[in-house]
């Protein structure tokens, strides 16, 4: 079983910034992928984020350039640095890993971003 803690979500006006982290219970040396998912409300949950165990990151198409992922070995944690925010960015972001062949999730960390 694998814990996952956010933190980071909050409101910002458009243009800002912000910082998720997500740190994981156990060492993500076990982990071969941790990202970020996030749901607007009457939309279905989508990827923003993933970064695998050898450190290629992949992002959802509407977050590219704006979006950057990286990790923290040492401190079993995910990051996500979001720039350059829109309403559209506006949803619940959900942490998930990968671990051998299940996927375990967090409770989630809402961002709104509004003027």
């Known amino acids: 079983q694998v814990q996952l803690v956010e933190s980071g979500g909050g409101l910002v006006q458009p243009g800002g910034s912000l910082r998720l982290s997500c740190a994981a219970s156990?060492?993500?040396?076990?982990?071969?992928?941790m990202g970020w998912a996030r749901q607007a409300p009457g939309k279905q949950r989508e990827l923003a984020a993933e970064?695998?165990?050898?450190?290629?990151?992949n992002y959802g198409d509407s977050v590219k350039r704006r979006f950057t992922i990286s990790r923290d070995n040492a401190k079993n944690t995910v990051y996500l640095q979001m720039n350059n925010l829109k309403p559209e960015d506006t949803a619940v972001y959900y942490c998930?890993?990968?671990?051998?062949?299940?996927?375990?999730w967090g409770q989630g960390t809402q961002v709104t971003v509004s003027s």
């Open positions: 998930n890993v990968l671990r051998g062949s299940s996927r375990y």
């Open positions: 156990v060492s993500i040396f076990g982990i071969s992928a």
């Open positions: 970064i695998t165990s050898s450190g290629s990151a």
